[in-house]
């Protein structure tokens, strides 16, 4: 069974840059046919698609978030990482990391294995 | 405003079958882009139960199916219980806007 468990700051203040640690267990970053996601949930809203990094170390990011957002991995660890920077009080959310595989092929992605989540607000 | 709209809330009687509506458009679900639906508690992650389309993880119970067609997908739940109430997303790719997206959520009551 993979479990996922983020890890970082309990606060962020604006400006600051936000990073925060995933450290995955029952699997291995390593493993090719995943893709290894962020996901945030701001309060009151839906959830947004951040950005993923494949087992290689290839990134996609929303472009959305592009100019801000850096994904990477730490294959001796199983970890991956977030960085987001300039963050502004509408950065506050609920982060997930999340494991994104697709059965169908390239237009079939989903996101089958989640961490808890962590909330990370941003104020001053 | 998502590009994949649900309705805020749908609600039925233990028993009953309630159905939730995900729209969206030619850039993701009428392009071919797969809908996936989740299911969140307070409090708690989202839980994958209905991937590419139509599938069920193991472990989902068969009172959740999927549908789609067109730029439209649909999840019915039949036999609504009470564990059913929490929120459900929908999920797809928009090749416009290069994202995975969500719709904005579906409040299921149990009354």
């Known amino acids: 069974q993979v479990q996922l468990q983020e890890s970082g700051p309990g606060l962020v203040k604006p400006s600051q840059t936000l990073s925060l640690t995933c450290t995955v267990s029952?699997?291995?970053?390593?493993?090719?046919?995943?893709?290894w996601s962020w996901i945030r949930q701001r309060p009151g809203t839906g959830l947004e698609w951040m950005g993923y990094?494949?087992?290689?170390?290839?990134?996609t990011y929303n472009p959305s978030l592009k100019s801000r957002l850096s994904i990477s991995l730490d294959t001796s660890e199983n970890q991956l990482s977030l960085k987001l920077g300039s963050v502004t009080v509408a950065d506050t959310a609920v982060y997930y990391c999340?494991?994104?595989?697709?059965?169908?092929?390239?237009?079939?992605?989903?996101?089958?294995?989640w961490g808890q989540g962590t909330l990370v607000p941003v104020s001053s | 405003q998502s590009v994949l709209t649900q309705p805020p809330s749908v609600s039925g009687a233990p028993g009953q079958r309630v159905t939730i509506s995900c729209t969206g458009s030619?850039?993701?679900?009428?392009?071919?882009?797969?809908v996936n639906w989740y299911q969140k508690l307070p409090g708690k992650a989202p839980k994958v139960i209905i991937f590419?389309?139509?599938n069920r993880p193991s472990g989902v119970p068969d009172r959740f199916s999927g549908s789609q067609s067109g730029t439209s997908a649909s999840l019915a739940i039949t036999g609504l219980q009470a564990e059913d109430e929490a929120e459900y997303y929908c999920?797809?790719?928009?090749?416009?806007?290069?994202?995975?997206?969500f719709g904005d959520g579906t409040k299921v009551t149990v009354l």
């Open positions: 990094i494949s087992h290689n170390g290839g990134t």
């Open positions: 030619s850039s993701n679900i009428g392009a071919g882009y797969d």
């Open positions: 999920q797809s790719h928009d090749s416009r806007l290069r994202a995975y997206v």
């Open positions: 029952g699997g291995s970053v390593s493993s090719g046919g995943y893709y």
């Open positions: 590419g389309n139509i």
């Open positions: 999340v494991r994104t595989v697709s059965v169908f092929g390239v237009a079939g992605y989903y996101f089958d294995y």
